[in-house]
């Protein structure tokens, strides 16, 4: 799959009619006071690796730091699950890092594509990850917080100036969620996580655990890492586990790096709740239970984890479990694998009694390069939130005739288009950004607006010729339009379409979202996709393995051609995978006829 970058670029290139993008002067003088206006530098820091890009608005020292040590994760999980030196033509993961949780709230991140747990309250899932078609993107909160485990605690108790605030909505036993000044503090039922650096972050009766920031980060991109270079289908706890396994790493300067070390307050958190029955997890039946969220926390999903990795015993039985489900057996056939699940439950409780394990490795510093820095000017740091928010924003629940599901859709529809709105505005403020053209292109063209969308990639062409994003978006504009028309009009704008979109591939071979928008261009006419297209696909593909977009065309066309093993290989991560995408449900339809 990863040679076919080369033909694909030759078969665009050889399309009738293809040309670089023709520069504009339309509005030059307008866009040159813009452009000095926002070229300005902000306050927003990029930091990018071989294998990871991270931004900031925070300490450029810890920025640095974070983004060199998650070099390192890389460079670590590839030795220890044997991937060091393969070919690697995954897009790099993009993780934003914002201040405390209030302003991480704020963006209404909703997570359609991934989710963790179930955990109790005390332990939410702070951190917002998207494997999107064009290259994954993770945000999370840069600062640390603490976990109340204390059930029962009146909150007057904990946190006396909050009762003030919130008095009259049933008692501050019963908050949902409150701000205060710098802070922002969650509560739901049994527990809370509030900023560690505020002056209300007190220790009740030691009742509290830490839950530092960059624990989450890495977390976050092991759990990427994994769902990246082994692209497979895997039970939630597994997912879960694997982060929590490398979220305590420890770096130093002279080129080592620990892992397997027991989180913080260990021992407290696995002493406060009841254990789950093992044989709930492995089956996955935990997912449905309501007891999963009053016993089921992180520091269980890293102890189980721990066990199996370390474990050379369990170690091959562990590998059967996930073959199993990797080839789409059910997570109750996949348990069998462990033999007496008492046993290995017995095993798992007296493994909590003894100092666990853990593994330091020294790496040539070469290996795990620092990170290049530069500043975000004004222009590009206005618009990184936006493009954060727009995955959530934009994908609407598909069409029902339960009445219910329908209103539902509405909603999303209406919520969706104020959105767009607002991203109109920002756009028509600064017409000569680059930035904020491609995000409302890209935000009219996955609303199914044609035309608009054409018209703003016009306008990043304007400020940007030749770039192969905006080609790309306004070729997938062009096909909207195409399919709107009829007849000959339509064969011949379909024509036009894709020669855009040829452009945008040549401008940028390893882009994914030319190769998707061509293959598209075919499968939403109800053509046949050539070879060429099959071909672009299988890279996009390969590109962004994690995303189940691309995935599920790849199996949806691989099917259509009666090639069933690849195409079940392609649908088995989409329809059986940690998280229950959008995707998901359109993939396990599909796998039933297979």
Known sequence: MQGTSAILALFLIGLPGVAQAQETNAGQDAAIVVRGLRDKPSSWRQAETDHVVVISDGSEKDLTRIAHNLERLHFLLSVLLNRVDQPDIAVKLRVTLV????????MHLKNLRSSSG?????FPFQRYYDPREDGPVMAASRNDSRAILEQGTPLSAILPALVSSVQGGGGPDTVA?????????????AGATFAQNDPLAIDVNGSTVPIPAESRIYAGFAQNWLLTYFPNAYPRWYVDGFGELFSTIATQGDGSIEYGRAPAAYQKVMGRYLRMPLADILTG?????????ERWTPYHAWALTHMLFFSNERKGQLHAYLATIAA???MEQAAAAFGDIGKLERELMAYDDHKLPYEQM???ADRAGEPSLRQLTQGEAAFVKGRLELGARIDVPPASDDPRLAQARRNAIAERDRWIEGVRKNAARYPANLQAQLLLAEAECRSGNGTECVAAAERALAAAPGNSDALAWKGSGLVLLALAASGADRASMLKSARRTIAQANRADTENPLPLLAFYRSYADAGEAAPDVAIEGLMKAADAVPAAPGPRL????????RGNLPAARKALIPVANGAYDSP????????????
């Open 285 to 293: 039946r935990y997912l449905a239970e309501k007891r999963t969220t």
């Open 177 to 189: 969620a409150a701000d205060m000044p710098g802070m922002s503090v969650y509560l739901a039922g």
């Open 362 to 364: 020294t790496y040539p």
């Open 553 to 560: 065309l790849l199996g949806e066309a691989l099917a259509k």
């Open 328 to 330: 789409g057996g059910s």
């Open 583 to 594: 995707e998901a449900a359109r993939a396990r339809a599909l796998l039933a006829t297979l």
């Open 99 to 106: 201040g405390d949780t209030a302003e991480f709230d704020a």
């Open 118 to 122: 179930p955990y109790v309250a005390a």
